[in-house]
């Protein structure tokens, strides 16, 4: 059963704050970047109350699953790649991901996505955010598109299915806004 899309609430920051602290804590290696992404990382926007996790690993780098366990989140070996979006990288290695989740009484309370730097799906994640924190219009239009897909699709796959398209305009938009505004991706 999908999980529906909840007001913003001023809590998802300081959750994501908590999963960065479990993850160095548990002995997170200098070398990964730890980002919120997703719609809960953008303020005033309608989202899944599911935490959104990015770890950004140095290039040929592999994931600690020890540290990513005592952090308290499960891997999830069946995913092992975002969607290609068309029109941009066709090297399967650009989608190449692993993911773990977090759960609390059988309910999902944070995605941990790690992908390697440099690649395209890693860039993606946090231009989008950084587009849709800039950009009222573009967050306000896809609130809307959220909240019209989410009661008429009752599995996440139909959710993702009604969403996809519109993510995938949203992506040449936020390229748009990073060409005219000289975004380039955070240093870390």
Same mark, same amino acid.
């Given at each position: 059963?999908?999980?529906?899309?909840?007001?913003?609430?001023?809590?998802?920051?300081?959750?994501?704050?908590?999963?960065?602290?479990? =993850?160095?804590? &548990?002995?997170? *290696?200098?070398?990964?970047? #730890?980002?919120?992404? /997703?719609?809960?990382? %953008? +303020?005033?926007?309608?989202?899944?109350?599911?935490?959104?996790?990015?770890?950004? =690993?140095?290039? &040929?780098?592999? *994931?600690?699953?020890?540290? #990513?366990?005592?952090? /308290?989140?499960?891997? %999830? +070996?069946?995913?092992?790649?975002?969607?290609?979006?068309?029109?941009?990288?066709?090297?399967?290695?650009?989608?190449?991901?692993?993911?773990?989740?977090?759960?609390?009484? /059988?309910?999902?309370?944070?995605?941990?996505?790690?992908?390697?730097?440099?690649?395209?799906?890693?860039?993606?994640?946090?231009?989008?955010?950084?587009?849709?924190?800039?950009?009222?219009?573009?967050?306000?239009?896809?609130?809307?598109?959220?909240?019209?897909?989410?009661?008429?699709?009752?599995?996440?796959?139909?959710?993702?299915?009604?969403?996809?398209?519109?993510?995938?305009?949203?992506?040449?938009?936020?390229?748009?806004?990073?060409?005219?505004?000289?975004?380039?991706?955070?240093?870390?």
């Amino acid at each position: 059963m999908l999980t529906p899309p909840e007001p913003y609430s001023d809590d998802w920051p300081l959750r994501f704050a908590h999963y960065r602290a479990s =993850l160095l804590e &548990a002995g997170a *290696p200098a070398g990964w970047h #730890i980002a919120h992404i /997703g719609s809960t990382a %953008v +303020p005033g926007l309608l989202a899944k109350p599911i935490i959104d996790i990015q770890i950004t =690993l140095p290039p &040929a780098s592999v *994931p600690d699953w020890d540290v #990513i366990r005592r952090a /308290g989140f499960d891997p %999830v +070996p069946d995913i092992t790649s975002d969607d290609p979006v068309p029109g941009w990288s066709s090297d399967a290695a650009d989608w190449a991901k692993s993911y773990a989740r977090r759960t609390r009484d /059988g309910t999902r309370t944070a995605h941990l996505h790690i992908r390697h730097a440099g690649r395209a799906n890693q860039r993606i994640a946090l231009l989008v955010r950084d587009h849709l924190r800039a950009d009222p219009q573009s967050a306000r239009l896809y609130a809307q598109m959220k909240h019209a897909a989410a009661p008429r699709s009752y599995d996440g796959r139909a959710y993702g299915d009604l969403k996809d398209p519109f993510v995938r305009l949203l992506i040449l938009r936020a390229e748009d806004w990073a060409r005219a505004t000289g975004w380039t991706l955070p240093s870390h």
